[in-house]
């Protein structure tokens, strides 16, 4: 044991033992009535359009808001049953999901504890579970601790957690030390703080010392610094540790549904981590590269083809690629002139928000007269479709219209199941019609429509950029560049 001075509070680590043995949060009759004293007591109302309130770490469900916290400040924010804030919500729904903190027993250093989470950690750790505070007073503080100056060797905790404690502390470069300085190689300290995008340094000046300044400037009597929050970054690589930034917003971008579902909180979780990062759970996540959609959940099946549509603009694989293929491949610059043929809604919406005023949307069904196209000639730079020609009958007919408005130098660029029986397997297709193509069949007809045929091999495509391929989960459709002459 190190040295270093503290003090063990035995009447708190039998109290948390109690209260861990029984459930105090356990939903009963006297439970129910004491949760209808706080809500009648603070006037919480109802929720609108028949949602539910449910708590993550509690179980409790109720279709009332939660109780507000710093008075009526923040509404629907503290769970009555087990007084769960926003916050810890998030970093229990966090922790459970990255790490394995949960799932067996860990040396943990729990600074600050939160009665709710601290209850399920003494469960799994029992003695291994180190609750503790600067303050004797807290309610479950089972060890006496300034941060500033951790009483136990190098190497100890597999886990060091703390919600909002960092921005009371006096020198926070020296607690990322000392913290770093206890955790095993591949250990962890996650934790929240308040924080801002919009800060370039840390707010902290040595001038704000008293409370009343404290809480102007720095949002509450008792906090020393308002962080920037690339300035945490900074500081925990100078401390040594590595960084997982992207999974700081893993909330936010990823478990949307469960962010409403559970009322927690989207603000940053921080992850630093000692050495080497192989404890840190890894999810396959995905983006739509149509409308920006991340999860780490399935996309929607379609027919036969699972993990196929983005929940939020219903594009499928193969209009995915589409839209890979034109960001990184083709020049379209705001000043060309863009026809997309027939409704890809999540699309059409991405090409008019990028070309405005020289975009056009033309929806093109079996009932479509396609004799003559409602356009000038020599009128388009780009032609974009998907499938398009499955939805007619005169497909020559079609090719020509398309040549004919297009600029010279203009590009007819589509996906279509052209797929032969032998490689279908290979394509990911969706398509609703039965009907079938060869590359043959496409490059004959498109040649005929006098456009000079490039075929761009998908499967090429993906072997240079296969984290974008996983990453935008999309397909290996053939993507057909029809382009007239110069």
Not at 37 to 46: G, I, W
Not at 70 to 92: M, Q, T, W
Request: hydrophobic share 30%; charged share 35%.
């Amino acid at each position: 044991m190190n040295s270093r001075k503290h003090f063990f509070n035995e009447k708190n680590i039998n109290r948390l033992r109690e209260i861990t043995s029984n459930n105090i949060f356990e939903i009963n009759k006297e439970r129910i009535e004491y949760i209808n004293k706080r809500n009648k007591k603070h006037d919480v109302k109802k929720l609108e359009n028949n949602e539910i309130n449910e708590c993550n770490l509690c179980g409790y469900r109720t279709e009332y808001e939660f109780l507000p916290f710093l008075g009526h400040y923040r509404r629907n924010e503290v769970c009555p049953n087990c007084d769960s804030k926003k916050r810890i919500r998030a970093f229990d729904f966090f922790l459970k999901h990255y790490t394995d903190l949960f799932e067996k027993e860990n040396k943990v250093l729990h600074v600050a504890p939160e009665v709710p989470m601290a209850i399920e950690l003494e469960k799994i750790n029992g003695d291994n579970y180190i609750a503790c505070d600067i303050d004797d007073n807290r309610p479950l503080n089972k060890e006496t601790i300034d941060i500033h100056s951790i009483p136990y060797d190098d190497n100890t905790f597999d886990y060091v957690i703390s919600s909002h404690v960092m921005e009371h502390v006096f020198d926070d470069d020296a607690v990322y030390k000392e913290i770093y300085r206890v955790l095993k190689p591949g250990g962890m300290y996650l934790f929240l703080i308040p924080s801002l995008y919009s800060l370039k340094n840390t707010f902290e000046f040595k001038q704000i010392n008293t409370k009343e300044l404290k809480k102007r400037y720095n949002k509450q009597s008792d906090h020393m610094r308002y962080y920037s929050h690339d300035d945490v970054y900074r500081k925990l690589l100078r401390a040594g540790f590595i960084i997982k930034r992207e999974q700081a917003l893993a909330l936010k971008n990823y478990f949307l549904d469960e962010t409403k579902k559970y009322n927690i909180s989207p603000e940053p979780i921080y992850i630093a981590i000692k050495e080497s990062e192989e404890r840190f759970k890894e999810y396959n996540t995905y983006e739509c590269n149509v409308c920006g959609y991340k999860t780490i959940h399935e996309y929607l099946p379609r027919k036969d083809v699972v993990n196929n549509i983005c929940p939020k603009c219903r594009s499928h694989k193969p209009l995915r690629l589409l839209t890979y293929y034109l960001d990184n491949y083709e020049d379209m610059t705001k000043d060309k002139k863009i026809l997309q043929v027939s409704s890809e809604r999540g699309l059409g919406v991405k090409l008019y928000e990028e070309h405005k005023e020289n975009f056009t949307l033309y929806e093109i069904d079996e009932n479509t007269d396609i004799n003559h196209l409602p356009f000038e000639e020599n009128n388009f730079d780009y032609i974009i479709s998907n499938d398009t020609l499955l939805n007619v009958k005169d497909h020559e007919k079609l090719l020509e219209e398309f040549y004919r408005i297009l600029k010279h130098g203009g590009k007819n660029i589509f996906i279509i199941s052209t797929i032969s029986k032998e490689n279908k397997n290979e394509s990911n297709t969706d398509t609703e019609t039965q009907e079938e193509y060869t590359y043959e069949d496409i490059n004959k007809k498109l040649t005929q429509a006098q456009f000079k045929v490039i075929h761009m091999k998908t499967k090429e495509l993906k072997e240079k950029d296969e984290k974008s391929f996983e990453k935008y989960n999309i397909g290996l459709n053939p993507i057909f560049i029809a382009e007239k002459e110069v």
